[in-house]
């Protein structure tokens, strides 16, 4: 159980913080950057549950925590040592991976077919949704840039790449199933 007494703890003022595991490294350091760009898109997803009503709003939840998973397996460097760690660190699963592509499946097959690309826009959720992908992409790209450094868990890699995917079809069913999707048209404004 995490217990927040004090907020502020001035342990941050010379430009560091403290990973997972104790160590101290810059703010600017790839690892927080990546794990700070996910809890960005954890809160682009809280703005988009202001639009989202029922199952759409409970898989939404889901998410959040998944992210919250996800920060604090990015957060925990040496995977290699995770077996010797006096409290073993949280990790994302190809479960969660999984969930995410049955979610995926199942709004594909009540979806319009596509025949354009479509523009970030129509209900007011399918516009948050499409910031929580732009966003989650980004994660994704940060993350992936991480791993050419370090190590980092291959679940958690697969998580975002499937979440931002996930993003584009839940756009696409907040629009009607894709009926009130806004189609782009190339060149259209010349």
């Known amino acids: 159980m995490v217990v927040l007494n004090k907020i502020y703890t001035k342990t941050g003022d010379a430009g560091e913080t403290a990973l997972g595991n104790g160590a101290r490294v810059a703010k600017h350091s790839m690892r927080v950057t990546a794990y700070g760009t996910v809890d960005e898109a954890n809160a682009t997803f809280g703005l988009a549950r202001l639009y989202a009503e029922g199952d759409l709003d409970t898989k939404l939840a889901m998410i959040q925590n998944d992210l919250f998973d996800l920060g604090a397996d990015l957060c925990r460097p040496d995977m290699e ?35 354009s690309f479509i523009l970030p826009g129509g209900s007011a959720l399918a516009a948050h949704l499409h910031l929580c992908r ?40 907040a629009n009607d199933a894709g009926h009130d999707d806004v189609l782009w048209v190339p060149g259209a404004n010349r």
């Open 81 to 115: 040592k995770d077996a010797d760690a006096e409290y073993p660190p949280l990790r994302m699963s190809d479960a969660q991976v999984s969930r995410l592509e049955t979610e995926i499946d199942a709004m594909t097959d009540v979806l319009e077919p596509l025949r």
């Open 134 to 173: 732009t966003v989650s992409r980004r994660a994704e790209r940060l993350t992936v840039e991480l791993a050419t450094m370090e190590s980092v868990n291959p679940s958690a890699v697969r998580y975002l790449n499937r979440l931002s995917d996930w993003c584009f079809a839940a756009s696409r069913m």
